[in-house]
């Protein structure tokens, strides 16, 4: 009776332990993510819903097959070796140890023993030797998060070295505002409502337009924007170019980065007592070595700082959620004030970096005020406090008319696509109704000419100066957008399966192993803004242009370009968070779903597969992986009943 309840066997521990909510949501995540590879093909073509076909049917069938059999073989295979990787490594130590001692030796004329000449060393001896002086120095680089942070910083200086800079039009934006408020203050000689300004590019409608003269705005987020604009001024008067200003914004979030990335990894060190090397050189082998993290770390394009700033905020979540869940006690421990202090300060971080970083942190403040009430007054005082703090701030200066409010168009991405699709392949959709209604805020015709499926800015007329104008900026008012959303839901009505493919066409990438990035990464080191400011002979110098060229032909290569591409990562994440859940390991959720508020977030961005709206989940797997790894001895609830019956 013992053996009956104490034995079983591999397969059927596997099958016992796996949960049905767990089979059921890997099996939707699997089915959504085959749905958008079997759909990849038709959009990238131009194509609709309508266009799918039997070969879109048997990539996604394949690709579920893969996916799916992917999780469940991971889940088993954990299940079967569920000590492989969680805690020190003694076999590994032990192979160490006796490979030392089978060095060979020599022993020389007077008697002293010595290495080996190396034409002595064997193949495995030089092995040996590579294998312990890779122990010593994982073990040396991760010992402190001193030494993680010069590890971090030496590992990464080809990209300082080699690309110097990496930045986009946003920022020469920024600059603008800060110029024009600089000179609208010492002159009052810019024009305002009646010539260009930035934020005719923006656009931000002339109705949200403060009466007294004001150039600054949220668009960017306001503290950004001084901090880059005011750097970059003080470099052209101490210059007389902008060159510097950007060089040492670059290595201030190089240095940053740096920062994130080691205290986070120290974080998860020490709270899963992680002594394996194996597992310490994974994590930093990833840290060092994805071109997510690596070309994030110098891109000031707001985006690369926002997923950094969230890796120091998710690794202090963890520290304090794990403490919460190993606990016997029902008592609440203490938690340290360094520890309390870091998730107040990254909360507030969190907020400055992008502004959808607010749903981020509100979502999270929302599950653990449910799941976790003993905390109560940790959440309420490290992360709702900093929200307070910053809105209130914000909506003081907005309301005194010190800077300018975003215009809610931004936030109205996939209407405004799905209006555009229909009025460029189904106008007759468009009633006389629905079109009056419209009218005094866009142009459908501009509208329908400009409109591409990946990207809305080119519908909202955002940009270039010299695109069409959509967005009626300079006459819509407030009163105007009321209707809006009644001519929407009239439009849908009437082309529903446009309204559709607009939708899909936004988010597919993200979710699509075959996509290539709409916006890579690597697009930011020689982007036109980067010209502007450094001059097309820098950018076009050499060196510097054949090794972008080198990194960009390795990024379209099929499969060993995925490293470059960041739905590769999101897809990973996905898988893994897949298993876990069959694992029943459901606490694990509470620090790992601002990563699914940031998926959703991915699919109401303004553009499909932006690698920069990754850079936060590509840089967070080192560490969902390395939780998964040094977890899987845990046992599930299932197992823990049956060892106490």
Known sequence: MVSMTTHHSPMTTSRSTTSAPGRVLSLVVCLFLSFCTGIGPVFRNGGSLTDLGAVNLLIAIVAFALYYSLVVGVQRHSSQNPSRFSGPSPAFQKTTVSTVSAIPTATTATGTTTAATATDITTPTVLAHLTIRLTIWVRRATASKKTLFLTLILGWLWVPLLLNTAFGADLLGQQTEVNNWFNEILHGNVAYHTGFTQMDVYPIA???WPAAPTFLTNQHNIVLTLFYGLVMRASVSAFSTAVPGVLLLGLLQYAFAAFCCATTAHRFFRVKKVDSVKLKALTLGILLFS???????LALTKSPLSGFVMVWWLGVLYEIL???QTRSSSAVSRIPQ?????????????????KYDLYIVVAELVVLLIAQRKRWKTWLIAIALP???FEAGLLSLTHT??????DSVESKSIQIQQIARVAKYSPQSISSHAKKLLDPIFDLDAMASSYFPNDADRVKSSGAADKATTYKWKTVTAADWENFNEAWLEIGKAAPVQYLDAFCA???????IADEPYVPLLYYYDAQAVRNTFGSSYVDFAPRAAFIGFLRGWCELPVLGWFFHGNFWVILTLLVL??????????????QFPLLVQMSVMVAAPANNFDRHMIGIAAMFAFVLLDFLTDRSAPSPVERKEKND
């Open 206 to 208: 002339h109705y949200l």
């Open 291 to 297: 071109p997510m993290i690596t070309l994030s770390t």
């Open 322 to 324: 794990h403490v919460s």
């Open 338 to 354: 360094g520890t309390a202090w870091a998730l107040f300060a990254s909360t507030l971080m969190m907020l400055i970096t992008a």
């Open 387 to 389: 929200i307070v703090i």
């Open 401 to 406: 008319g010190a800077i300018m409010n975003g």
């Open 506 to 512: 936004t988010f597919y990438g993200y979710f699509d």
């Open 578 to 591: 897949c298993v876990e859940v069959r694992q029943r390991k459901y606490a694990k959720l509470l620090w």
